[in-house]
C-alpha cells in the first residue's frame, strides 16, 4: 500500500477530501484518515484542538516552512465589563482546578481575594497565598466562569 499525503488548513473543511486544493479544517480529521506511513501537511494558522493519534508511523509537519501553532487553549471572545475593571466571560469548558486564563500569550494571575501577599498562587492550604477557586454557575445553556484580574 502506497503511503498518502494529507493536507489540513484553517480554511479547510473536514468534508474535504484532504489533498493540497482541498484540505481538511482539522488536525484530527486527518489523525482518523491516516494509516501508517501517511504524512499531514499542516498549512500556516493556529489550530486549537486536541488531537489523538491512533496509528504508528505517521508524520504531522508544517507545510513548506510555515507557522503553525497547536493549541488545547480555547480563545474565549466574549468578554464583557462586570464592574469596576472585572471582566466576566461565558465559558462552557471550565474546569475549576486546571483552568487558566492569557491575555496576550502571558498567564494572568488566578481570582483571589483579598490579595496575594506570598506569591503562591498554587498553594490553596496557605492562607495567605490569596488562593481562591474559580466559581463555576450553572446556567440553562453554559456554565458562566467569571475570571477576575485588574489590568488588561
Known sequence: ???????????GKDTNNGNLQSPFR???????????G????????????NVVVKQNNTT???YNG????VSGADQIKNWSIYKDGIYSANFSGAETE???LFLRGKRQ????????????????????????????????KEKKIEEYYSQI
Do not use: H
Open 1 to 11: 500500500m502506497t503511503a498518502k499525503d494529507y493536507y489540513v488548513s484553517i480554511n
Open 26 to 36: 482539522t488536525i484530527q480529521k486527518a489523525a482518523d484518515m491516516m494509516a501508517a
Open 38 to 49: 501517511d504524512t499531514c501537511y499542516i498549512l500556516a494558522g493556529t489550530y486549537r484542538e
Open 60 to 62: 504531522f509537519k508544517n
Open 66 to 69: 510555515q507557522k503553525v501553532t
Open 98 to 100: 486546571y483552568t487558566m
Open 109 to 140: 494571575e488566578m481570582a483571589r481575594w483579598p490579595d496575594n501577599k506570598t506569591g503562591e498562587m498554587m498553594n490553596p492550604e496557605n492562607k495567605n497565598s490569596g488562593y481562591e477557586d474559580c466559581q463555576v454557575f450553572t446556567g440553562v
